[in-house]
């Protein structure tokens, strides 16, 4: 399982000693959740505060924009030495484009669904995209209870990517702990990201090394 470790919910206050934690540790990358009080309803952190993690962090960037208009800061994204660049597809009346403008900028696309968004409206971009991101929460906090109809999403995500050329991965990101990531796992996901779970445990890096083994 490749695991993404959300910073969301790492010490604000103290960044530093939490960012060596995730660069000793088997992180497969660092979750970057960005948001803006307008897609979702809450303010989390902008560039100013990524560029100084991405100086310090030395696992690829997986950055979740919860934003309106994502597209307006791809080559901001780009900049940070991001490697996976998410945006909301209830966020990009022109999806497609999106994606394009993505990878023209060298990074990997991911699409992100909200709990209330089908999987079924994937069907005409899922051959684009490097990555989809399932929410198993509605973003905007960490913390949350995990829905659970995200593991049947994962399913037919899983299903959708079979029966196409697609190469994409499926990523999960919301309430996830042991006992949640493993039905994620059994369902089909590759790649979960959690905050609460990691940062909240007594021992954040043996807590990755549980989820990695999922
Ligand atoms: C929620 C964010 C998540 C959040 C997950 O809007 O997208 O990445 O940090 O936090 P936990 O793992 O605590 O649910
Ligand atoms: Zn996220």
Not at 35 to 48: A, Q
Not at 49 to 57: L, P
Not at 66 to 81: A, T, Y
Not at 184 to 205: I, K
Request: proline share 6%; hydrophobic share 45%.
């Amino acid at each position: 399982m490749l695991v993404s470790p959300s910073l969301l919910s790492a010490d604000f206050g103290c960044l530093a000693p939490d960012l060596e934690m995730i660069n000793a540790s088997e992180a497969d990358y660092l979750h970057l959740d960005v948001m803006d009080g307008v897609f979702v309803p809450n303010i989390s952190f902008g560039f100013p505060v990524m560029k100084a993690v991405a100086k310090r962090c030395t696992k690829p960037l997986d950055v979740h924009l919860m934003i309106v208009q994502p597209e307006k800061w791809i080559s901001q994204v780009r900049d940070l030495g991001a490697e996976i660049m998410n945006v909301h597809q209830e966020a990009c009346p022109q999806l497609h484009s999106v994606i394009q403008r993505i990878h023209a900028a060298g990074m990997k696309a991911g699409v992100t669904i909200n709990p209330g968004t089908p999987v079924n409206t994937l069907v005409d971009i899922i051959e684009d995209v490097d990555l989809v991101l399932v929410m198993s929460v509605n973003p905007g906090f960490g913390g949350q209870k995990f829905i659970p109809h995200a593991v049947r999403k994962v399913n037919e995500l899983r299903q959708l990517i079979t029966s196409t050329a697609s190469s994409a991965i499926i990523e999960v990101d919301g309430g996830v702990n042991l006992e949640t990531g493993r039905l994620l796992a059994e369902a089909g996901a590759d790649m979960l990201v959690a905050g609460s779970f990691v940062f909240g445990a007594d021992n954040p890096s043996d807590t990755i090394c549980k989820l990695k083994q999922l």
